[in-house]
């Protein structure tokens, strides 16, 4: 249970501006970042109160029921290559649950359709990849100390699709790489940082395969939600409270929310997503490298989609041309004789998932064949609580703007997923930030 949960009313015009609520710490978001610094600095004896604008806890995990059933809008996969997240699953006695072993693959490349193995499929592309990637552990041989070796900046102003367009690969083979990036970063692979690539590919030891099986082979036992209800346990989280401006010097900060709320504390920890941050107002202002990361954004601006098909086809996975409105779609459960599929595109303004006509023809060009029912789906890049999907950096935000956002500014720190130094676009890298600026606190002004 989340204790004293309070539901603000909103402010009259013309209402004196209420009076401050005093805490050690106010955190700004309750997603696992924000969660994870309440648990850890609630533990360490601070008093700390969590602003969240939404209406719920998760942020950009969203464990929802649509279709008939619990679906994760946003952040779904874990593994165990991700300590820590592992280490909270562990903590709370929380398992995992495997997502259908596909037993065909469909894929588009050379111009024409494919079909066959899974197998094959993987072994089409482990050529080209393993020659893409196999500098990730000479740039990043400690993966979580991303900024620690000074050759990473060399090549963090190059995109992934001109690494790609310099391979000596057959068009047949760039297809399906340039297709199986544009997944990854749920975006055009043109704005894509080459970095960002290896960072991913680095943390499982510079084997891609298994970077592919921690993208979307395991899910949280009970949901995302089973997870977060146990770190925010105990913690006081105010909900529909919108953070519109932070004000922060030597003898603290103030967090105004659009309510009238007033927060006053020791210290500040926002754990918006970059394409958020545009919302809120910092006084003073932030370093100029970080206010140019906010203005570009993240590359990722594309869609997740849960797509409810007729009859029960065998598991498969599919994986279509990068420029498609959808590029890929995976079996994921049964539903009383019907079938649901998680699928993804890179460009969510390209298709209206409220409109069936549309999904039918994206499927279409998947996998021939399926009936589309119903689908589920929720626009992350147009919500401007997010602004983003997950977070997936564009080329010279690595060398050039996240030691900014990691290091505390005064009472001001930074936290989340877009700013973690391992498992970033991930739930492992929110809950490594928030233990982080939970612990930059500590030693800031030990209890």
């Not at 699928?343 to 069936?356: I, K, Q």
Request: glycine share 10%; with cysteine; proline share 6%.
């Amino acid at each position: 249970m989340i204790e004293n949960t309070r539901q603000p009313e909103d402010q009259r015009e013309g209402q004196p501006e209420r009076q401050p609520e005093r805490a050690d710490v106010v955190i700004i978001g309750a997603g696992f970042a924000g969660l994870t610094a309440a648990r850890e600095l609630r533990q360490a004896g601070r008093s700390v109160i969590v602003v969240e604008a939404r209406d719920r806890i998760g942020g950009r995990t969203w464990l929802d029921t649509r279709l008939g059933r619990p679906l994760e809008i946003g952040g779904t996969w874990v593994h165990w290559t991700q300590p820590y997240v592992w280490a909270e699953m562990k903590r709370y006695g929380i398992g995992t649950v495997q997502s259908p072993v596909p037993e065909t693959a469909f894929w588009w490349a050379g111009g024409k359709a494919h079909q066959g193995s899974p197998e094959r499929l993987l072994n089409e592309i482990d050529a080209s990849i393993s020659q893409l990637m196999e500098d990730s552990r000479l740039y990043f041989p400690e993966p979580f100390s991303p900024l620690a070796h000074l050759g990473a900046s060399d090549v963090d102003a190059t995109s992934l699709a001109k690494k790609i367009a310099d391979l000596s690969i057959a068009d047949y083979s760039k297809d399906i790489l340039e297709s199986f990036w544009a997944l990854n970063f749920n975006g055009p692979i043109e704005d894509a940082a080459f970095t960002q690539a290896l960072r991913w590919v680095a943390l499982t030891n510079g084997d891609w395969k298994i970077c592919f099986e921690a993208c979307a082979t395991y899910k949280l036992q009970g949901g995302t939600l089973a997870l977060l209800q146990e770190i925010a346990a105990g913690s006081d989280v105010r909900l529909n409270t919108t953070v519109v401006a932070v004000e922060h010097g030597e003898n603290g900060a103030i967090v105004k929310a659009a309510d009238g709320s007033i927060f006053q504390a020791d210290h500040v920890v926002c754990t918006l997503p970059l394409g958020a941050l545009p919302g809120v107002s910092f006084e003073p202002p932030l370093p100029e490298s970080s206010r140019k990361a906010i203005s570009d954004g993240q590359v990722s601006k594309g869609i997740k989609a849960w797509i409810k098909v007729k009859g029960t086809p065998q598991p498969f996975v599919a994986l279509g041309s990068a420029d498609w409105p959808l590029n890929f779609a995976q079996t994921e459960y049964q539903a009383d004789g019907d079938t649901i599929l998680v699928a993804f595109g890179p460009d969510a303004s390209r298709l209206d998932t409220t409109d069936l006509s549309q999904v039918q023809a994206a499927l279409e060009l998947l996998v021939p064949g399926q009936e589309v029912l119903e689908v589920a789906s929720h626009d992350w890049t147009a919500d401007p609580l997010s602004g983003e999907t997950w977070p997936m950096h564009r080329p010279g935000f690595l060398s050039e703007a996240l030691a900014a956002f990691q290091t505390p500014q005064g009472r001001l720190l930074f936290a989340g997923s877009d700013f973690a130094n391992g498992w970033g676009g991930f739930i492992d890298g929110a809950i490594e930030s928030g233990l982080e600026a939970a612990r930059a606190i500590q030693d800031d002004s030990p209890a």
